[in-house]
Nanobody, 118 residues
Framework: QVQLVESGGGLVQTGGSLRLSCAAS????????AGWYRQAPGKQRELVAA????????RYADSVKGRFTISRDNAKNTVYLHMNNLEAEDTGVYYC???????????WGQGTQVTVSA
């Protein structure tokens, strides 16, 4: 069973920065696309950023473009989310997920809380 462990969440002031990390167990990571999702209180989970298996392509939610950067290190089985200029609306639980682009099999982490205060 693949496990994903997120870290790096916390409390930060508006305008601050955080870096989230998600480490995957096993040896499948390099063949899976990866993404970060978030769920704010009372709202549905939404895709924040995604990256292809090689890291060559990325995409972002409009609300985070220019502020967040997704990256991955396949040698370390880790995907990152660099978050700059954080806003109160970025508050939520952030989840990482990896998905096999052919089979659709996906795995999820347990989530890490990000709270942005004014």
């Amino acid at each position: 069973q693949v496990q994903l462990v997120e870290s790096g969440g916390g409390l930060v002031q508006t305008g601050g920065s955080l870096r989230l990390s998600c480490a995957a167990s096993g040896n499948i990571f390099a063949s899976y696309g990866a993404g970060w999702y978030r769920q704010a209180p009372g709202k549905q989970r939404e895709l924040v950023a995604a990256i292809t298996t090689s890291g060559a392509e990325t995409r972002y939610a409009d609300s985070v473009k220019g502020r967040f950067t997704i990256s991955r290190d396949n040698a370390k089985n880790t995907v990152y989310l660099h978050m700059n200029n954080l806003e109160a609306e970025d508050t939520g639980v952030y989840y990482c997920s990896i998905e096999n682009p052919r089979s659709g099999v996906a795995y999820w982490g347990q989530g890490t809380q990000v709270t942005v205060s004014a």
